[in-house]
C-alpha cells in the first residue's frame, strides 16, 4: 500500500483516537481505522466498562466490519494516546486482538501503526505479531 494511503489512514485514526469518550478509566485512547478489501472503512476506539470486559479498538472496528457482512480486510492502522496528553503513540496489538486478527484477516493483512517522534509508519504483519495462533483447523 502508498505510503500517502496509509498516514490518511493514521490520519483517521487519530482522530478516533481524540474523540474517545470511553476510556475513562485507563485514560488511555486507541484508535483503529479498518480497511476491507473493496475499500471500506470501519473505526473503533477502544470501550471501556469500569475496568472490566474492555474491548480494543481492533475489535471494535472488525465487529463493527463482520456484523455487516464484511469479509475480506486489507489493514488496519492502530495509534494510541494518553488522554492528558496531547502526542500520540504507536501501538502494538494485545494478545486478544492478534489471534482476533489472525482468525479474520489473511497472509496478506497488515497493520500499521505511526511512531511520531521518529514520523516513521511501523508495519506488521499478521505472522510476525501472532506466529504461532490458535486454529481448529491445524489443531484437529
Ligand atoms: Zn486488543
Known sequence: MKEEMIRKLIEEAKKIANENFCCKDSHFSVGAVLLTKEGKVYNGFNIENNGIQS???ERTAFVKALSEGNKEFSCIAIIGKNMDKEEFTKIVPCGYCRQFM???????????????K????????????????FDFERNE
Open 102 to 116: 489472525k482468525q479474520y484477516g489473511k497472509e496478506d493483512f497488515m497493520v500499521y501503526t505511526y511512531d511520531e
Open 55 to 57: 474491548i480494543c479498538a
Open 118 to 133: 521518529e514520523d516513521k509508519i511501523i508495519t506488521y504483519t499478521l505472522e510476525e505479531l501472532l506466529p504461532h495462533s
